[in-house]
């Protein structure tokens, strides 16, 4: 008679995709702590690439060879893939980057490997996504909205505040109105649509040439933004005083 065989716990497969909704700048931190997350997987893995010239590199079973591309302006990397694990491997892992979409994440496998791989991808999306994530992504409804309800809320406050009896915060909403701040802080929101790709971009591959370029659009934001906000600053403060000192 055979003896009986002890059989092991049966491990459920799953599958677990995930689309982030975020803009993310991967540089040569994020590149390493990936690479950290994918190995520990224990898989073997590889990187495929696509530059803007329509050049397509396969394959790149080294870190230090997604490094050593130069991506310059006119071969800029616009499609990354990450993957773990060959076709025949229990677990299998996908991490797929563009320009012009969300960052995805495609994890097969034993319930409890997946489980942890997609925890560890969660933290190191984390990490890559940059202060201005919800601007980036921003639809343009959103944007329209905001400029019209700028609008109709100062027109209206014109058309039903009496200036002779308004009290000081409420003759400052006339004030804007009357010296163009809301025509200013419409100008504001549609330029920044207009540029928001170029300053924001919902995707910088930050090695190489792209650092270069990425450290230019951190000037701008940072310089712009903080010349923006200190008018927009003194605009206000001018209307206040200029409500609360009117008699």
């Known amino acids: 008679m055979p003896s009986p065989t002890v059989g092991r716990p049966y491990s459920r497969h799953v599958r677990k995709e995930t689309d982030y909704n975020i803009a993310f700048v991967l ?17 073997p893995i590889s990187y495929s690439l696509r530059l803007s010239d329509g050049t397509t590199t396969d394959n790149y079973e080294n870190l230090d060879a997604v490094r050593a591309l130069a991506n310059s302006s006119r071969r800029s990397v616009e499609y990354f893939q990450a993957t773990a694990g060959a076709w025949n491997s229990p677990t299998q892992c996908e991490v797929t980057m563009r320009n012009w979409g969300p960052l995805e994440t495609d994890v097969r496998g034993p319930e ?12 190191w999306a984390e990490g890559i996504h ?3 994530s919800r601007l980036a992504t921003m639809p343009l409804g959103l944007i329209v909205f905001m400029v019209v309800w700028t609008g109709t809320i100062f027109v209206t406050a014109t058309f039903w505040i009496p200036s002779s009896t308004a009290e000081p915060l409420l003759r400052a909403a006339l004030n804007f109105q009357q010296t163009g701040i809301v025509s200013i802080l419409q100008l504001v929101l549609m ?9 924001f971009p919902r995707a ?8 270069k370029r990425e450290a230019r659009r951190a000037f701008w ?13 003194g605009l206000l403060v001018a209307a206040i005083w200029r409500a609360i000192a009117t008699p």
């Open 27 to 43: 540089d040569d931190d994020g590149l390493r702590r990936l690479d950290e997350v994918l190995r520990s997987s224990g898989l």
């Open 112 to 123: 409890a490997s997946v489980a942890t791989l997609t925890n560890r991808l969660d933290e």
């Open 130 to 132: 940059p202060w201005y």
């Open 191 to 199: 330029a920044g649509w207009a540029v928001r790709g170029k300053l």
């Open 204 to 211: 910088a591959f930050a090695w190489g040439g792209g650092a």
């Open 221 to 233: 934001r940072n310089w712009g933004g903080g010349t923006l906000v200190t008018v927009l600053l």
